[in-house]
Each structure stands twice: as C-alpha cells, then as structure tokens.
C-alpha cells in the first residue's frame, strides 16, 4: 500500500505531516521555501521532496523515538484542531478538491483522512487488524467523495441522467459489502461545459437506507459538517 516506504517509515511521515501543520498553522512558520510553480504538479513535486528528505532524516532515529514523537505530536495536534472554527476559512485550501478556498472542517477532514490512511498502512503491516472503530472509514469516504467533482471536472458526461458508483468488494465492516452510490447533479452550464457532481452516500447501515449528501450543495455542506 505505500509502495517503497517500511512501517517505520510510513511512522516518521506521520510524525512529519502532524509536525508541519502545528509549525505552519499553529505558529505560523512559514517553510524556507515553496512549490516553484501554482499548478498541481509544482504542489506534488514539492510535497513529495518535503517527505523524501524527511524520511532520510527520520533514518537517525529509533523506533521508540519515533513512536513517542508521534504520540507527543498528535496529541498537540489534536488539541489545537479542537480550537478551529469549522466553519471559518481554512489557511490553506484543500488541492485535490479543486477549491482556491476551502471551509476548515474540509481542511481538518482532509488531515483525518491522511492519519486513516497511513494508520490503516501501519496497522495492516504489523497484523493489528482494522481500526476499533468502523464509522472512521464512513467518515474518510465521505470527505473523499469532495475529490470527485475536480477529478471528473474534464469528463463530458454523454447525457443528464448519470450516476458514478464506488463499489466496495471484500470484507467491508461499515458497508457490508454494500455500494456508495455517487450521483452526477446535473448541472451543466452552456458557457464553459463545466459541470458539478452531486455526490450521495448510501447504504452504510445493514438495517436502514441512509442518504447522507457530501456534494456541491448547502444541504450536503450542512451534512458533512455534522457527520465531522
């Protein structure tokens, strides 16, 4: 799942990415430098050395240094996230959802994602097992579902009525094997061919049909605030 990167190395990312975020947001440390150029490659490049040299760094430390940095720095970084206003500006905009300015909720659902993911790395190599709580994983779909729209911002849909559906195989606690159903809005304008997608979660529970919309609208805005 994380390629070329061990445990220890997946580890000192995290430990790296909660860093970061404390030193630019809480303390306003800007970085030395930054992307050479404003397009989306420019951003990757620099994200991806920002994370080479630190992993060459973290080689110096030991396992137990590591894991206790990480502890001492996701428990700060949890602490001045529960100080954000959800619903104010985030610093920084959420790239892969295509925004220029995105909520905070976004911005902290974003970091979520990162810590579920590579956790779930981590977890999955060592043989602990999926984490406690299934619910996480709805969560992290959900917020992922706001990549969609700027994914697909290209794609000319061949007529109004169209649906996208994720699919989840294998052993699914939250879904039981259910699908997330993601259904385009229709909203196509003459101008310019850009379209928006209206994205709609469902069958998350064996027992009750849930429609919990994360899309491009108010009311999916509302609801993905209340589910973070």
């Known amino acids: ?6 445990v220890r190395d ?11 975020r404390l030193s630019l947001h809480r303390d306003h440390r800007m970085p030395p430098s930054g992307p050479r150029g404003t397009g989306e490659r420019d951003l990757t490049l620099f994200i991806n050395e920002l994370n080479a040299t630190w992993i060459r760094a973290a080689e110096r430390f030991s396992p137990r ?20 206003d959800p619903l104010a500006d985030a610093m920084l905009p959420v790239s892969w959802a295509g925004q220029s300015a995105s909520p905070q909720w976004l911005d902290i659902g974003r970091e979520f994602t990162e810590v579920w993911h590579h956790g779930s790395q981590v977890r999955e190599a060592v043989g602990a097992g999926s984490f406690r709580d299934p619910s996480w994983l ?36 939250v879904t039981s094997g259910r699908k997330l159903e993601c259904r385009e809005s229709a909203v196509l304008t003459a101008d310019d061919g850009a379209h928006q997608v209206g994205v709609y979660v469902a069958d998350f529970d064996a027992h009750t ?18 589910d973070l």
Request: proline share 4%; with cysteine; aromatic share 6%.
């Open 209 to 226: 049909r849930e429609h919990a919309a994360v899309g491009v609208d108010n009311d999916a805005v509302d609801d993905a605030r209340r």
């Open 138 to 173: 709805r969560d992290v779909l959900q917020i992922s579902m706001y990549a969609l729209p700027h994914a697909y911002r290209a794609v000319q849909p061949p007529h109004e009525d169209m649906s996208v559906v994720i699919e989840i195989s294998g052993r699914a606690p």
């Open 65 to 84: 240094v590591l894991t206790e940095l990480y502890a001492h720095a996701s428990e700060n970084l949890v602490a001045f996230i529960e100080t954000l």
């Open 10 to 20: 997946v580890v000192a990312h995290m430990c790296d990415t909660a860093l970061r």
């Open 1 to 6: 799942m994380a390629g070329a990167w061990r």
